[in-house]
């Protein structure tokens, strides 16, 4: 394998997707910093924090069901409930966001395209909405590419950097549900001579 197919090659899968993404460089201190990020919009805050902690609760969920199934069914219904408000709020926020944009999304990093050019080795806090679970993610990450297009924009690619393992799992379900959507609507698509 030649040096450069080696330096093509993923470490993530990536999905096209459409998400709501709002982004804003970090300089001094901030870029610096490895700890978490914070969002002064508390209604993002209490989405993320809502999706962290279903994640992390998974597994009390199953180990409820082996031992009591009516109890699990209700936690199940009640998890439903807090999911359409957390929807709810996420239409919200995309009112703030702006509108969802084409990306290039993978557990590694988010590639869009921007009206702005932004220089190598800049720190973003990347705020995005995953739709349709209404997911909120404020990451931090490092610009790696900056290509201009035809279109008089730029393609932005970025690393996330210091990514939790709830963050990374969080993202790598969203691409696998994505991925299953996509094979699904290939399947059902009639061939077309």
Excluded: W
């Excluded at 459409?18 to 460089?25: G, R």
């Excluded at 998974?58 to 009591?68: A, G, P, T, V, Y």
């Excluded at 988010?110 to 973003?124: G, M």
């Amino acid at each position: 394998m030649s040096t450069q197919d080696e330096d093509d090659r993923r470490e993530y899968y990536r999905i096209d997707d459409t998400i709501a993404l709002e982004f804003t460089p970090l300089s001094g201190a901030d870029a610096l910093a490895t700890d978490a990020l914070h969002d002064s919009s508390p209604l993002f805050n209490l989405l993320s924090d809502l999706h962290l902690m279903d994640f992390e609760s998974q597994h009390l969920l199953r180990h409820i069901s082996e031992r009591d199934r009516t109890l699990a069914n209700y936690l199940k219904v009640i998890n439903k409930r807090i999911d359409l408000l957390g929807q709810a709020v996420a239409q919200s926020l995309l009112r703030d966001i702006g509108a969802p944009r084409q990306v290039s999304l993978s557990e590694g990093g988010v590639s869009f395209n921007n009206a702005q050019s932004i220089a190598l080795d800049t720190h973003l806090a990347i705020k995005m909405v995953l739709m349709p679970q209404a997911l909120g993610l404020l990451l931090r990450a490092k610009v790696v590419h900056c290509s201009p297009l035809p279109s008089q924009q730029f393609e932005i690619g970025t690393a996330f950097e210091a990514l939790t393992d709830a963050q990374r799992q969080l993202l790598a379900r969203h691409i696998l549900q994505r991925q299953a959507l996509e094979r699904r609507q290939a399947r059902e698509l009639p061939d077309t001579p």
